[in-house]
């Protein structure tokens, strides 16, 4: 079983719908959680941190739910330039010893 | 001004060769990484160093040797290049604290292809 999984898409969505991503773990002792994004041929970037209350940011909200393992991320209204890939990422270490594991991605596309 | 740089972009290059990627950054960071991302987009960590000390080292052939002359600088060296060394190599930074997680800052990616 892979450490992160998620759904490779691609999730083809008209401009100004909702989509939702999921993601799910496996290692129980994963201590952070983050949502980043890539463009095609980029580097990833930090899109947001995903923390068990919930967390919102602007269009973009991220759930976790430690007790499934499970990390979701909500966009609304999306726009076109929120054409990209999204990674699943789980920090299985802390402070030095951050060790980022990433998921496969989900690419998205939003179309006119 | 670029945070994280990489050189060189696109590597091209035969079966055998040696061959170096240098990254550094200007960010005042004290942790950097390398990553791998293979031809199905899956990226995995390599290496990690913490103030020149290796922190992280995944399963990687010993082709595969890191170096780490200042904390602002991490270079990977790979000897006798295979064809299933092609991928992209993203470096990254980060500044560590013992209990809190920060953002890691990747840079561009260096395209490498054996031929």
């Known amino acids: 079983r892979k450490e992160v999984e998620q759904d490779p898409g691609p999730f083809n969505v008209p401009e100004g719908a909702t989509v939702a991503f999921n993601c799910t773990y496996s290692n129980s002792a994963s201590q952070s959680f983050f949502w980043y994004r890539q463009d095609c041929r980029k580097e990833p970037k930090l899109l947001m941190s995903?923390?068990?209350s919930g967390n919102e940011d602007g269009r973009f909200t991220a759930q976790l739910n430690r007790a499934s393992q499970y990390i979701s991320l909500l966009i609304r209204d999306s726009k076109l330039s929120d054409s990209a890939t999204y990674l699943c990422?789980?920090?299985?270490?802390?402070?030095?010893?951050?060790?980022?594991?990433f998921g496969t991605g989900t690419r998205l596309q939003v179309t006119l | 001004d670029t945070a994280v740089s990489q050189t060189p972009k696109y590597l091209v290059t035969q079966m055998g060769n040696d061959k170096s990627i240098k990254c550094e950054q200007n960010?005042?960071?004290?942790?950097m990484y390398w990553y791998k991302q293979d031809s199905k987009k899956f990226l995995k960590i390599m290496f990690s160093?913490?103030?020149?000390?290796?922190?992280i080292n995944e399963t990687v052939p010993n082709r595969f040797s890191p170096k780490s002359p200042d904390k602002a600088h991490l270079n990977l060296h790979i000897n006798s290049l295979e064809l299933g060394d092609s991928a992209v190599y993203f470096c990254a930074s980060s500044q560590e604290t013992a209990s809190t997680y920060n953002e890691q800052f990747f840079g561009p990616g260096t395209r490498l292809t054996v031929l």
């Open positions: 995903v923390y068990s």
């Open positions: 960010l005042g960071h004290d942790t």
């Open positions: 990422v789980v920090n299985i270490g802390a402070g030095t010893a951050s060790k980022l594991t």
């Open positions: 160093y913490n103030n020149k000390e290796l922190i």
